[in-house]
Structures are given as C-alpha cells and as structure tokens.
C-alpha cells in the first residue's frame, strides 16, 4: 500500500519539477512540492506566474537588468522606483 503512494508521488513530484523548472523556477522546490502534495502541487504549478516573462528595467546606478517588481537592487543596494514606461522591456513580446 505504501510503495504506491510512493511511485504516484514521486511521477507527480518529476510533472511538477518539470513545468516549475519551464517556467524559470528552481526544479528541486517542486519536486518537493509536487511530492508532498501530488495533485494540488501539480494544480499550483500551472497557476504559478513565468519568471521569464516578467517585464525588466535596468537600475539607473550599477545597470544590472531586474525584474519590474523588485525594489531594491540585488548588486548595489539602490532603492528603485516605478520606471518610465518606456525604459521597460518585456521578454516575451520583442
């Protein structure tokens, strides 16, 4: 009974490891995920936001690419501000 729950869990676990890791995040933080909750991890995957296709915009300081979202610069140290709305680059559309 046991061996099963395993097997299930692990094949849901790798499912969901998978769509994490194409959508640009880590693979082993849903495969825990996907293993400890089989179906509503594999249903929390798919809802999951794409990293890759998250606007960015340069930080005005040290020129380091950063997601729109972030407020503080992870190499300087800058507090960012909302952008011009022609200094963002979207990904996925250009």
């Known amino acids: 009974m046991g061996f099963e729950y395993v097997v299930i869990a692990f094949f849901f676990g790798l499912a969901t490891a998978i769509i994490g890791k194409g959508k640009g995040s880590s693979f082993w933080v849903w495969l825990l995920v996907g293993m400890v909750l089989p179906g509503l991890g594999l249903i929390a995957v798919v809802l999951y ?4 296709a998250e606007p960015e ?3 005005p300081n040290c020129h380091k690419a950063v997601k729109l979202y972030v407020q503080v610069c992870p190499r300087c140290g800058m507090d960012l501000y909302l952008p011009d ?3 963002v680059r979207h990904p996925g559309v250009g």
């Open 49 to 52: 936001r794409s990293e890759k």
């Open 57 to 59: 915009r340069q930080c």
């Open 85 to 87: 709305p022609a200094e």
